[in-house]
């Protein structure tokens, strides 16, 4: 392996696992973001991202090898770019300025010869209509003769303790052959398997695919479980069922509303390209219909179950559990939570909530009150209404079902335990 003079831009979920993996495998690497605060902690030693524990980046930092900054003038020297920044919507449209300025951060320092790979969720396009020709203007450069322009979507997994960055396999879309050449020979040296696509536009597609099928069978079993409860089956127990079939099913489950920087806004990515060629998406606006009043459905689920023991919500005190978007992480980002609470607020109910791994100033506006500290006995038994809205590992459930007066559990965290007083969406 020749190791590279690599910059990571974006620090985050996706760039800090990335910048660590490729300074654990001999690259020189520079982490670039904007964000102070962020850099002054990494330069600390200190990790804001669950899966990079502080001692693997210390291991890194330790080995000369890693360095961070917030200066663009820092990148200078480096010969591949990796950009990893957020990629969100503006009113329901691709919002790419932070693309837009990293790409203006790599044509300061990019020469010919490097090469510059987008990692951010985009629509299929992107990298060609729009990063080529802002790179070509700042710079004269254009590939695929100049420098290696690559897209290689990041498909990471916070929280998932089997699939890593390492050992997830990882596409590889380069404009060119060349390209797609200098691009699997890095990604190679740190990742087990490399899948090459013929372009860029193949590779964005791929994993705008992956993501609309998991919001699309979200949605699919969402809508499943409004009806099944009115047909009075356990959708639960039918989901169990289907899953023992070995072949052609992949098991979803419902849920609270759908969360993350991933499925609630990529899919929108791609039909709002799809718009631009003069038809909708129909399965992606339609899936995002059904996953957004999900927690609108619950709070209906829940003036029920209050009114099944003539109580309203107005007046009721309703204790949350999780509100994080996925099991055992800290992650608010687009969360159905907090629109929950505030809608039950609305109505008059007194919402407490309860989150292991999220701290009371990371959910500014919950419409209730946190809930430090261990969840106990006497917290569950004030409630005259608990709901589970993530299924944190750190939950007892026989704990919870035993001291909840009411309980609804949305994610069957307490699969198994069967009473009068629990109710699953
Ligand atoms: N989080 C995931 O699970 C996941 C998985 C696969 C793909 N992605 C995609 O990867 C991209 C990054 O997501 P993330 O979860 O790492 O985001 P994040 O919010 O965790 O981190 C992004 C970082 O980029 C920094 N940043 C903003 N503007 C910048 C700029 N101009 N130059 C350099 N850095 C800048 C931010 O300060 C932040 O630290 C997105 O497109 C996302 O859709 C995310």
Same mark, same amino acid.
């Given at each position: 392996?020749?190791?590279?003079?690599?910059?990571?831009?974006?620090?985050?979920?996706?760039?800090?696992?990335?910048?660590?993996?490729?300074?654990?495998?001999?690259?020189?690497?520079?982490?670039?973001?904007?964000?102070?605060?962020?850099?002054?902690?990494?330069?600390?030693?200190?990790?804001?991202?669950?899966?990079?524990?502080?001692?693997?980046?210390?291991?890194?930092?330790?080995?000369?090898?890693?360095?961070?900054?917030?200066?663009?003038?820092?990148?200078?020297?480096?010969?591949?770019?990796?950009?990893?920044?957020?990629?969100?919507?503006?009113?329901?449209?691709?919002?790419?300025?932070?693309?837009?300025?990293?790409?203006?951060?790599?044509?300061?320092?990019?020469? !010919?010869?490097?090469?510059?790979?987008?990692?951010?969720?985009?629509?299929?396009?992107?990298?060609?209509?729009?990063?080529?020709?802002?790179?070509?203007?700042?710079?004269?450069?254009?590939? !695929?003769?100049?420098?290696?322009?690559?897209?290689? !979507?990041?498909?990471?997994?916070?929280?998932?303790?089997?699939?890593?960055?390492?050992?997830? !396999?990882?596409?590889?879309?380069?404009?060119?052959?060349?390209?797609?050449?200098?691009?699997?020979?890095?990604?190679?040296?740190?990742?087990?398997?490399?899948?090459?696509?013929?372009?860029?536009?193949?590779?964005?597609?791929?994993?705008?695919?992956?993501?609309?099928?998991?919001?699309?069978?979200?949605?699919?079993?969402?809508?499943?479980?409004?009806?099944?409860?009115?047909?009075?089956?356990?959708?639960?127990?039918?989901?169990?069922?289907?899953?023992?079939?070995?072949?052609?099913?992949?098991?979803?489950?419902?849920?609270?509303?759908?969360?993350?920087?991933?499925?609630?806004?990529?899919?929108?990515?791609?039909?709002?390209?799809?718009?631009?060629?003069?038809?909708?998406?129909?399965?992606?606006?339609?899936?995002?219909?059904?996953?957004?009043?999900?927690?609108?459905?619950?709070?209906?689920?829940?003036?029920?179950?209050?009114?099944?023991?003539?109580?309203?919500?107005?007046?009721?005190?309703?204790?949350?559990?999780?509100?994080?978007?996925?099991?055992?992480?800290?992650?608010?980002?687009?969360?159905?939570?907090?629109?929950?609470?505030?809608?039950?607020?609305?109505?008059?109910?007194?919402?407490?909530?309860?989150?292991?791994?999220?701290?009371?100033?990371?959910?500014?506006?919950?419409?209730?009150?946190?809930?430090?500290?261990?969840?106990?006995?006497?917290?569950?038994?004030?409630?005259?209404?608990?709901?589970?809205?993530?299924?944190?590992?750190?939950?007892?459930?026989?704990?919870?079902?035993?001291?909840?007066?009411?309980?609804?559990?949305?994610?069957?965290?307490?699969?198994?335990?069967?009473?009068?007083?629990?109710?699953?969406?």
């Amino acid at each position: 392996m020749t190791p590279r003079n690599v910059c990571v831009l974006g620090l985050g979920y996706v760039g800090l696992p990335l910048a660590c993996a490729a300074a654990g495998a001999g690259h020189r690497v520079v982490g670039y973001d904007p964000d102070r605060g962020r850099v002054a902690g990494l330069r600390q030693g200190r990790s804001p991202v669950e899966d990079v524990e502080d001692r693997l980046l210390e291991k890194a930092l330790a080995s000369g090898r890693l360095s961070f900054t917030d200066d663009p003038a820092e990148v200078t020297g480096s010969d591949t770019f990796v950009i990893c920044v957020p990629t969100p919507l503006e009113e329901k449209t691709p919002d790419l300025s932070m693309v837009d300025a990293a790409v203006d951060v790599v044509a300061g320092a990019l020469r !010919p010869g490097g090469m510059v790979i987008l990692e951010s969720t985009t629509y299929p396009g992107t990298t060609e209509e729009r990063v080529a020709p802002r790179l070509a203007a700042a710079t004269g450069l254009r590939a !695929p003769d100049d420098y290696h322009l690559v897209f290689s !979507p990041e498909r990471i997994d916070p929280g998932n303790p089997v699939y890593s960055l390492e050992n997830t !396999p990882r596409v590889v879309g380069g404009l060119g052959p060349a390209a797609g050449d200098a691009a699997s020979a890095f990604y190679s040296s740190f990742i087990d398997h490399v899948h090459r696509v013929s372009g860029p536009r193949e590779a964005e597609m791929a994993k705008l695919l992956e993501n609309t099928y998991r919001h699309v069978n979200i949605a699919l079993v969402n809508e499943m479980a409004i009806f099944c409860d009115e047909l009075g089956i356990d959708l639960w127990e039918s989901i169990g069922a289907a899953s023992t079939k070995p072949f052609g099913f992949a098991p979803f489950t419902p849920g609270p509303g759908v969360g993350g920087h991933c499925i609630p806004v990529d899919p929108s990515y791609l039909s709002w390209r799809v718009r631009r060629l003069g038809y909708p998406f129909r399965f992606v606006e339609l899936a995002g219909e059904i996953n957004d009043r999900m927690p609108v459905y619950v709070a209906s689920r829940i003036a029920d179950l209050l009114n099944g023991v003539q109580k309203s919500v107005s007046g009721s005190r309703i204790l949350v559990l999780g509100v994080a978007y996925k099991k055992d992480l800290g992650d608010m980002r687009e969360s159905p939570a907090p629109v929950l609470m505030r809608r039950l607020a609305s109505h008059g109910a007194l919402v407490r909530w309860h989150d292991p791994h999220v701290r009371a100033d990371q959910v500014p506006d919950s419409g209730g009150v946190a809930v430090d500290g261990e969840l106990t006995a006497e917290e569950l038994a004030a409630a005259d209404l608990v709901v589970v809205h993530t299924d944190h590992a750190a939950y007892d459930p026989a704990m919870i079902v035993r001291h909840s007066r009411r309980l609804f559990d949305t994610r069957n965290l307490t699969a198994g335990h069967h009473a009068e007083h629990v109710f699953r969406l």
